[in-house]
Every structure is written in structure tokens, then in C-alpha cells.
């Protein structure tokens, strides 16, 4: 937790990486020029670290539909996938479907809005998405946020090849790890995590996903790129958009 770091209380980040893991999320940011991971139960945990000038990357969809009408975001990033990672891009369903709290009648509830059913891994993802849709127009809210994809992150890394092996093998792992040389540290990051948090709690892909997102949030705007180029927004004014490094 990021109690256990005894961080200063004016500490501010200057970006941060975040990705969904199962105690909560795991974040990842600078300190003292190394990168570190920790894990939050909730968002709210990082919020006296943010600035209204932190740039924050999450792996979570940012911007929900209302209708049957699916992202643009989702669509492209899954082109830009093929032919090995695109179905790690879910569709993310209307936002009514996603406050529903009965897998049964989700489905159902989707099946009438879109004519297509919902898979239980993303269903199990609706309590991470309500807590970040609803912290975006929160009061509390500190940082400009983004969604990052981690797999079109490494596609971009790899030279805009999408990588064959999955994250969760050790070779996908290992290159994955390596794309991310432009972070000193990483090795002594994920060893850290090792060693602090249990597996129940934390996984390492969620731990180099978590990183991805972090060196696409520490990269100046000229040097990533908005997937669509012109975004739309949704009803609540949150831009729906992939951001990755160019």
C-alpha cells in the first residue's frame, strides 16, 4: 500500500501508470527517479499524490456509450492488434448495462440494447469501471486522465507490431519487459512488488501493465498518439480514446 512507502504528504507525481489487479489497483510512478509499484484498494488512495498537472494512464475504459453504438477507440485498437492480441480489446457495453450488479440480467439487459451478450470477464470488470466512470466527475478528482491500452502500448514499443506470446507466458513477459528500457529500474520495480505483495493480490502482468502506462504518461504529448486522432465524448464529457506512445 502506499502507506508502507512513508511517503512525503506534499508529495505530488508527475505521472502515474494505473492497472486493475484483484486486491484493487496497482500503481506505478517515479520515486526518488526509480520507478515504483503499489497497490491501492481505490483510486481516492492516490488522489493527495495527484496535481491537476499529473498525467495519469489507466487500463480501464474511459467514456461509455448510451446506446447500441460501440466505441470507435475499441474498434481501431483491435485493427491495430491483429492478428495475435486483438481480442484483448473487450467491447465495453452502454453505461446503464455496466450498473448492473446481476451477471444474468446484464446479459440480458445487452443483449436488448446492442443484440450481443457479455462475457463474464467483463462483467467482473463493472465494479473497476463504475469506480473510475464516476471518479472522473468527481470532486475529488486530480490529474488529467487517459486511457491506455498496455497491449497497443507494446505494439507501439514494438515498432507497431503487436507481440505473438501473451503476457501471462514467461517469453511474452521477457519482451514485454524489455520494451520498456526507456524506464531504468523495471527489474528492481517488479522484484520489489515480488516481494511485497502476494499473487492473490497482485499479479506481474498486472505489475508491467502498470508500467506501460506509466512510460506513456511520463512521454510529452508530441511523442503519443490518440487513437481515434479526433475523439468523441460521451454524455458526461469524458473523451473516449486510447492514448500509446507514438
Known amino acids: 500500500m502506499l502507506a508502507d512507502l512513508d511517503l512525503s504528504s506534499s508529495l505530488k507525481f508527475s505521472a502515474v501508470g494505473i492497472d486493475g489487479c484483484r486486491a484493487g489497483w496497482v500503481a506505478a510512478f517515479q520515486l526518488g ?5 503499489a497497490v491501492v484498494k481505490t483510486l481516492s488512495e492516490l488522489s493527495p499524490y495527484l496535481s491537476n498537472e ?12 448510451n446506446d447500441d453504438s460501440s466505441r470507435q477507440c475499441d474498434a481501431m485498437a483491435r485493427q491495430r492488434l491483429k492478428p495475435y492480441r486483438s481480442s484483448s480489446v473487450f467491447g465495453v457495453p452502454p453505461r446503464i448495462v455496466t450498473r448492473m450488479l446481476d451477471y444474468p440480467q446484464a446479459n440480458i439487459l445487452s443483449r436488448e440494447l446492442t443484440g450481443k451478450g457479455l462475457s463474464k470477464q467483463s462483467f467482473y470488470l463493472f465494479p473497476k469501471i463504475r469506480e473510475l466512470d464516476d471518479w472522473l466527475v468527481s470532486d475529488e478528482r486530480r490529474g488529467e486522465w487517459y486511457e491506455c491500452h498496455p497491449e497497443v502500448a507494446f505494439a507501439q514499443l514494438n515498432k507497431g507490431v503487436a507481440l505473438e506470446a501473451s503476457k501471462k507466458t514467461l517469453v511474452g513477459r521477457t519482451e514485454r519487459i524489455l520494451l520498456l528500457s526507456e ?10 512488488a515480488s516481494q511485497v505483495y502476494r499473487r492473490k493480490d497482485v499479479l506481474p502482468d498486472d505489475c508491467v501493465d502498470a508500467l506501460v502506462c506509466l512510460l506513456t504518461a511520463e512521454r510529452d504529448q508530441h511523442r503519443r498518439i490518440v487513437i481515434p486522432a479526433t475523439p468523441e465524448s460521451d454524455e458526461r464529457g469524458l473523451t473516449m480514446a486510447i492514448v500509446a506512445p507514438a
Not at 33 to 37: D, Q, S, T, W, Y
Open 54 to 65: 499529473t498525467a495519469v494512464m489507466i487500463d480501464m475504459p474511459i467514456g461509455l456509450t
Open 33 to 37: 527517479g526509480e520507478p515504483m509499484l
Open 183 to 192: 524506464l531504468s529500474g523495471v527489474d528492481a520495480a517488479l522484484e520489489r
